[in-house]
């Protein structure tokens, strides 16, 4: 049998005597001994358990357990949609209803925004020209005169599109100054329908209709369906993610004030989602990387995904799947299913494929579902069970509490050492 670090690190896909160096370090620093075997021992019995619920053996293929989560998630879906009273994606009165009982089992805490008279005086300093055309406004002022400033922050997303935003209107986000910055609640939206059309493009290329803005603090759904499997139970997950990664980032921008002359370039950083790019020497310390993008998105093979991390977007996702509990108690129809998922976000193992080569299966919720809104792409997700397992090797070494603390407090500049 494997090693518990080489096993660990086959799955983190790193070097097991860099994943071995990595643990004498944080046993010798907390005290905390036989981590990696625990950690190993947990995610079998976990496995197992699962996998008995399902009503298949261990020793089975990639593929059968890989389609019985996924029919598992379909499962789910239909069971938490019938709860909510079969509320369509599509619909905008269904929408709000999903919102509201989603802030209610978050209840996230307030956050510190940017003022919505900044706000107004940024889009008259840039008028978003295409938004204009679009709801047939000749100025600013007449808009804003008739319509919700939110919706109309929103819609830069995708009316306006990514270029325009990062060369043209953030360019005035250089000036800020935490004076700019309130103290208020975060808000949801679902926006009218009459965005639909100018969002049909955006809600394709994202594979869902659900986006935020972090400045601003809102959470909004654009009501679209994409008729794909699932969509109930990701459009509430991926909420439920934004609830808590709005307030985050307030948290780190609140702490960020505490140094005008500085807040502005470090503000921008944070919207832009800036990570560390360049390697670091290595010393006698552990170094860590604080990463607040899913990097296997974009290059699975990136340098930075073989070394020691912690990731506040898993540490979202972890909350995410505990509030579809919270959203149980409050509704009273699908506790008991959804329990299945609890805690399984770091968790997954090797099995055999039909050729009789290993296949890494993640029983991670969100990668789950992910798989399943994608599986006419024939794409199968694995990266937030990754991203979560590198959590869980911190917590178990510190604390859940320790994570949120050093991403907050290291996020910025990228890493820090133990």
Sequence with gaps: MAMPTEKIARILRMDKHSLEKLATRLSAFTRRTDVMEKIVEENEAKMRDRLLRLGIARETSAKTVYDALITKIE????????ALQNPSTASHPDCERVLSLAFQAVNPPKGFFLKKEKA????????????????????????????????????LRFV???????????????????????????????????WNKAAEAFVLKKWHNISHLKEMGIVFVIPLSL????ELLRMLALVFHYLHEVPFYADVARN??????????????????????????????????VVQRYLAKDDENDWRL????????????????????????????????????DDLDWVGDFFKDEVGQDVLVSFNLVDSVMSLVMEKELIKYLY???????????????SRAEVEHFAKEYLLQGYFEI
């Design 384 to 398: 937030h069970h990754q991203e979560a397992l590198w959590n869980k090797i911190f917590m178990e070494y510190f």
């Design 256 to 289: 960020i004030a505490g140094s005008p002359t500085t807040f502005a370039q470090n503000y921008i950083s944070l919207l832009r989602g800036d990570t560390l790019d360049r390697r670091l020497p290595e010393g006698e310390k552990s170094l860590w990387l």
């Design 227 to 230: 008729g794909i499997p699932g």
């Design 75 to 82: 499962d789910d879906n239909a069971t938490v949609a019938k």
């Design 120 to 155: 107004v005086q940024f889009l008259m300093q840039e008028p978003p020209q295409k938004i204009l055309r679009y709801l047939g406004y000749d100025t600013v002022e007449a808009m804003l005169a008739k319509e919700n400033l939110l919706e109309i922050y929103c819609a």
């Design 306 to 341: 073989f070394a020691p991390r912690i990731n506040p977007e898993a540490l979202h996702w972890l909350k995410a799947e505990e509030d579809f509990s919270k959203l149980s108690d409050i509704v009273n129809g699908f506790k008991e299913k959804v329990a299945f998922w």
């Design 160 to 194: 306006e599109g990514s270029e325009w935003l990062n060369s043209t209107f953030f360019k005035h986000y250089k000036n800020l100054t935490p004076d700019d910055f309130e103290e208020r609640a975060v808000e949801t939206l679902a926006l009218s329908p009459r």
